[in-house]
């Protein structure tokens, strides 16, 4: 009788809840047969959906480079089949996705190459000497089944191992969470070097294709203080493991920020400097410091990922410009920036936002909405309309943090909203909206802060940065060269250095004016864009003789210059200018305690000097007006 009800029993629970059904998966192999031609080899296999057609995609974009890149055009050779190897019918259905009839096949299997031969950290590279896959360039996703688990499989050749941040089962086989894991998880393939080290009892890898001149033992060394920098600013470090993939290559550079590793690339032989050394130590703390200003402090678009089309954002200044103003404060708390560096390098930035047109035309906020169709996408009138929410985001980042520091009486900083943010959002997954970032700046930093977002976030107002300069004691002003004494000139000395104010293009030996700044002396006297210049009065212009010329003239002067437009000779009048003056930030000579605190907070050294110290001297600084950390 007891048996007979627990049956009962049994067939009543199994009624009431129907067995689970099994969830679908995914894998990819990932292949490499002829690294010489540049093709990855790629099988998607899914097995256990349902339905009658799949559809699979590959992204227009990938996370962290705001741009439509289209990676399905380097995709060719479709094929579908099913387990036992036969064909399904495929079609590409629009310009990044294909649909396959499954035919209830328990297996499908989807089989592609990627031609993959451009060097960037945002897209994918393979050649004889090594492979990265950057994964959104080379792996489909499933669509409507991005948070499906991924099993990833890697087959390299000759003797090559691989580095990712992805989890790993063996040597060569990966697991992603979905396919957002997979997408932040760059992959090296090769015989590159790797330095094991920990920070905080966090295992972290420094991985490093190429042959340079990096000293790479002592930069493991100063990346471990960046790294104790950031936890000291956060409190912990977000990951159970990191690591930073580093390519050395002939020219050029860039850096990607990931959920867990960071891909960074860069000149081999640039390291013969203290200057080059800080500038890459510059942008290893930019891209780590992005692991939480973007990939866990995230704006609410950006996460869970549309890989079909833009994802759009009012958040980069926020994003990109923080995280510029932050890697340079990593550098200083880490003691590899001096603190006259660290105000050079602020100064620098003040100096670009001077020198951009439109800086009057386009706000911060509409600088993050546009990336996808003008940051990337740039034109001769690009600095006449609009501003780079790196540099600039970095000078609000700079402004907000200034006026904390004053009206909290130096108790709280920008420091305090980072670490808000990261507690109350990141921490619980969520994203946040502009309004959620106002409220805590408000929170912070009182009344002011609503001041400077109306006027220099989402208004166009021009910075009064001598005023927030003050409020740490410092003096922000104009310099002007000195000028040597007629009696004192020698007769191999020029004149003087003269500013025209466009800048040039050159096309063989032929020189042409490439962009002109909106208001400016050769915009006013009809001077246009794409204006080839043929001679300065009679002499003829070429691309190497063009600043010999100019030498030979005073500020002041008026000069005539035969330029051809349409293939038409014209000849105009333009006055040519001094040098802008320059721009000096020093310590007043006087200032209150509350400015002397301030000062000595945000620069990390005293205020005032000890008797007979003297100012440390540093190499001039590139400016990094212009600069990102992508």
Do not use: C
Request: proline residues 5%; glycine residues 6%; aromatic residues 10%.
């Amino acid at each position: 009788m007891r048996l007979s009800v627990i049956v009962f029993a049994l067939l009543v629970t199994s009624l009431a809840e129907p067995a689970a059904v099994a969830q679908p998966t995914v894998s990819v192999d990932i292949h490499m047969e002829r690294p010489e031609h540049h093709f990855f080899q790629v099988a998607l296999t899914l097995k256990g959906f349902d339905q009658d057609t799949i559809r699979v995609a590959m992204p227009v974009w990938t996370p962290g480079s705001y741009k439509v890149r289209e990676f399905a055009q380097n995709v060719q050779l479709v094929t579908a089949s099913d387990g036992q190897g036969r064909s399904l019918p495929i079609e590409k259905v629009d310009k990044s996705t294909w649909e396959i009839e499954r035919q209830d096949s328990k297996t499908v299997k989807v089989s592609y190459e990627v031609f993959a031969y451009e060097v960037s950290v945002r897209t994918s590279l393979l050649d004889d000497r090594h492979g990265y896959i950057n994964p959104a360039s080379v792996v489909m996703y499933v669509v409507d089944h991005l948070s499906l688990p991924i099993d990833v499989e890697i087959h390299p050749i000759w003797n090559w191992y691989i580095d990712t941040a992805l989890p790993a089962r063996t040597d060569t086989q990966f697991r992603a969470r979905d396919y957002d894991h997979l997408v932040d998880s760059p992959i090296e393939i090769g015989t590159h070097r790797r330095y094991d080290f920990e920070v905080r009892g966090k295992p972290h890898r420094f991985v490093v294709f190429g042959e340079g001149n990096m000293d790479e033992r002592a930069m493991v060394k100063d990346i471990e203080k960046v790294i104790e920098a950031a936890a000291d600013l956060f409190g912990d470090l977000p990951y159970e493991r990191y690591v930073f993939i580093t390519q050395l290559l002939e020219s050029g550079g860039g850096g990607l920020e990931h959920h867990d590793s960071t891909s960074l690339q860069t000149s081999a032989w640039r390291f013969d400097s203290e200057r080059s050394w800080r500038s890459f130590l510059g942008l290893v703390a930019h891209e780590f410091f992005h692991l939480w200003n973007v990939k866990r402090i995230r704006d609410v678009n950006l996460g869970p990922f549309d890989y079909s089309k833009e994802n759009y954002t009012r958040l980069l200044w926020v994003h990109e410009g923080w995280t510029v103003y932050y890697a340079d404060r990593l550098l200083l708390k880490a003691g590899l920036m001096t603190p006259k560096q660290y105000r050079d390098s602020n100064l620098g930035r003040i100096r670009g936002y001077r020198r951009r047109p439109g800086r009057h035309v386009q706000s911060l906020a509409q600088s993050s909405f546009d990336s996808w169709i003008k940051y990337y996408l740039t034109n001769e009138n690009t600095s006449n309309s609009t501003v780079n929410y790196y540099s600039h985001g970095a000078l609000a980042a700079l402004g907000f943090d200034l006026i904390i520091r004053e009206n909290s009486q130096g108790e709280r900083s920008l420091d305090d909203v980072m670490k808000a943010l990261n507690v109350r959002f990141a921490k619980k997954d969520q994203g946040v909206t502009p309004e959620d970032v106002k409220k805590l700046l408000l929170e912070l930093g009182g009344s002011e802060v609503e001041t400077f977002w109306n006027d220099h976030v989402i208004g166009t107002k021009e910075v009064d940065f001598a005023s927030l300069m003050a409020m740490a004691g410092l003096v922000l002003e104009e310099e002007t060269p000195q000028k040597k004494d007629e009696k004192e000139r020698k007769p191999w000395d020029r004149p003087g250095e003269v500013n025209v104010d466009f800048s040039t293009e050159t096309r063989g030996d032929r020189l042409f004016i490439r962009s002109i700044p909106r208001g400016s002396v050769p915009w006013k006297a009809g001077f246009a864009m794409g204006d080839e210049l043929i001679a300065l009065g009679d002499q003829r212009i070429t691309s190497g003789n063009w600043s010999r010329l100019l030498a030979e003239h005073r500020p002041g002067d008026t000069v005539s210059l035969l330029i051809s437009r349409h293939d038409v000779l014209q000849r105009r009048a333009l006055w040519l200018e001094p040098d802008p003056p320059g721009l000096k930030l020093e310590k007043a000579e006087e200032a209150t305690e509350l400015q002397k605190r301030i000062y000595e907070d945000w620069s990390g050294e005293p205020f005032e000097k000890k008797k007979d110290e003297k100012e440390p001297e540093t190499e001039p600084k590139v400016d990094t007006a212009e600069g990102g950390g992508h």
